[in-house]
């Protein structure tokens, strides 16, 4: 992992400047409060921290963190519990939820923390270093829902080392995507680049570069290619360049996509990678993190209504105090 990732000295300097405020329902894991201190001693962001108050404190007094930039809050005696269990049950009522199931549930501080954001008390949300992804992203899709005009919410990771920055896309949510979802998804990430300062160049990946190999799979990521061009080309603002399907090597290498695939729009230089399903983009961003030595943030979530991101379990404080900034980047009005 390389100190001097242009990436991560963006995006700070970016959230120093927007002060957003970030709630981490996650508040005693102990990476939560170093994150937090190192986000407060840097004037990044306005942190919550949810969970038992005494334990978050005496982590954070240990770090040596800004207190006048964060809040900590006893989510089981917060005076919010009443009105946040009345609008979950609002919410999730149609889906079977009773009102002593919505105060049960707000207690959680996972749900607790997707509420403040829903009602305007946080700006965005960062969890999934003791949760699974799983039980970060569900409280999100419930609660938050997706962004106008948005059907599919997905997830991406920003892998990153020195000067280079990639987007790897899904990682972390849509299991086996479909044709349509498949195209949300490289659209989401061509939006995500955009708003992070980077031309998305998108390769729609798979173990066949056009038509070298055969099977399901490779017409799946065939008709997956032709969708999001469609869609790219109806719906993204801004210069891009796409195409598949393609191995990595065909996308990432301009020698080999000279042999495999000659008169390509990407030219063997993609910094968008969508992968064919979650097995794929799961082991492709751990194998470049853990083997390959790059930095990798996320799951950032792509196409919700407000910023909420995941992160793995595995993760460092280094990887929070990234998410902070992209999460309070994301939520730039
Ligand atoms: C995220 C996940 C938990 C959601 O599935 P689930 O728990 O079965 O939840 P449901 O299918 O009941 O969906 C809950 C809500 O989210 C919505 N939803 C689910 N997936 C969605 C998506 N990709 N985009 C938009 N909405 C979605 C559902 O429509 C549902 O809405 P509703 O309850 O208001 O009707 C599931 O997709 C999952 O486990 N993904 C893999 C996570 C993982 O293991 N990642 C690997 C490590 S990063
Ligand atoms: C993103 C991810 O793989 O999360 P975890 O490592 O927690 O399963």
């Known amino acids: 992992m390389s100190?001097?990732?242009?990436?991560?000295?963006?995006?700070?300097?970016?959230?120093?400047?927007?002060?957003?405020?970030?709630?981490?329902?996650?508040?005693?894991?102990?990476?939560?409060?170093?994150?937090?201190?190192?986000?407060?001693?840097?004037?990044?962001?306005?942190?919550?921290?949810?969970?038992?108050?005494?334990?978050?404190?005496?982590?954070?007094?240990?770090?040596?963190?800004?207190?006048?930039?964060?809040?900590?809050?006893?989510?089981?005696?917060?005076?919010?519990?009443?009105?946040?269990?009345?609008?979950?049950?609002?919410?999730?009522?149609k889906k079977g939820i009773d009102m002593s199931k919505a105060e049960q549930a707000v207690k959680d501080s996972m749900y607790f923390g997707t509420m403040m954001l829903k009602k305007g008390d946080a700006d965005g949300l960062v969890a999934g270093a003791v949760h699974s992804s799983a039980d970060t992203i569900r409280p999100a899709l419930q609660i938050v829902k997706c962004a106008p005009s948005v059907n599919t919410v997905s997830s991406m990771f920003f892998i990153c080392r020195g000067e280079e920055t990639y987007l790897f896309s899904d990682c972390g949510l849509n299991l086996n995507p479909t044709t349509e979802q498949h195209a949300d998804i490289a659209l989401a990430t061509a939006n995500t680049a955009r708003q992070f300062g980077i031309k998305p160049r998108i390769a729609m990946l798979c173990y066949s570069t056009k038509g070298s190999g055969l099977g399901p799979d490779v017409e799946a990521m065939q008709e997956a290619t032709k969708a999001a061009k469609e869609k790219l080309a109806s719906e993204f603002e801004g210069d891009y360049a796409i195409d598949g399907e393609l191995q990595l090597d065909a996308a990432f290498v301009p020698k080999v996509a000279e042999k495999k695939a000659p008169g390509s729009p990407l030219e063997g230089k993609a910094n968008v990678f969508i992968f064919p399903d979650l097995c794929a983009g799961n082991i492709a961003y751990k194998l470049a993190e853990r083997m390959g030595g790059m930095s990798a943030y996320g799951p950032i979530l792509q196409g919700i209504a407000k910023p909420v991101n995941d992160l793995s379990r595995g993760c460092s404080a280094r990887d929070i105090l990234a998410t902070i900034a992209i999460t309070a980047i994301q939520g730039e009005k």
Not at 17 to 40: F, N, Q, T, W, Y
Not at 75 to 86: I, N
Request: proline share 2%.
């Open 3 to 93: 100190e001097t990732e242009q990436f991560l000295t963006n995006i700070k300097e970016k959230a120093k400047s927007l002060c957003r405020h970030i709630v981490l329902p996650e508040g005693e894991d102990k990476r939560m409060a170093e994150a937090a201190s190192m986000a407060s001693k840097e004037k990044m962001a306005k942190i919550t921290m949810l969970g038992v108050a005494e334990r978050i404190t005496a982590k954070l007094k240990e770090t040596g963190a800004a207190m006048d930039m964060i809040n900590v809050v006893n989510t089981a005696d917060s005076p919010k519990l009443k009105e946040y269990a009345e609008e979950f049950y609002q919410l999730r009522k």
